[in-house]
């Protein structure tokens, strides 16, 4: 089970290579909207994502993340889909770390979505079909 291939086939979805800019903090009440850490992605799927910090946070706790993922939106189910001042609107989640660990100077932080609104999941899963069709 140490074989790379074998762990890549586990994962229920496929990892994209994708680094964009990203927000994370811990679930808290009441909820803190000032004090996110911030960061890249390294490579994101529709179960979670792989973030790059410069905080450490504890495998299992919950995260609420802010991923800036361009076009996500255009796949929104709806007469929502895509409004003027919607464009550029981050893609949010509350997500449970399963593992952070340093790497060179920062933190590489794997977290799974564990709460998104219906209507946003299914606009990220049709964002992740059209990339991984490319």
């Not at 994209?16 to 992605?41: C, Q, R």
């Not at 390294?42 to 995260?63: T, V």
């Not at 003027?84 to 920062?106: H, K, L, Q, W, Y």
């Amino acid at each position: 089970m140490n074989n790379p291939s074998e762990r890549q086939e586990r994962r229920e979805f496929p990892r994209i290579p994708k680094e964009v800019t990203v927000e994370a903090n811990l679930v808290t009440y009441p909820v803190n909207e000032t004090d996110f850490s911030k960061g890249k992605s390294k490579d994101i799927s529709q179960g979670g994502i792989l973030l790059h910090l410069n905080e450490q946070f504890a495998p299992g706790a919950l995260l609420q993340v802010r991923i800036t993922l361009p076009g996500w939106r255009k796949n929104h189910p709806g007469f929502l889909k895509v409004t003027e001042d919607s464009i550029g609107s981050p893609f949010t989640a509350v997500c449970e770390v399963v593992r952070s660990n340093m790497v060179g100077d920062i933190y590489e932080t794997a977290v799974k979505f564990v709460n998104i609104d219906q209507d946003d999941y299914r606009a990220l899963e049709g964002y992740m079909k059209k990339q991984t069709a490319h």
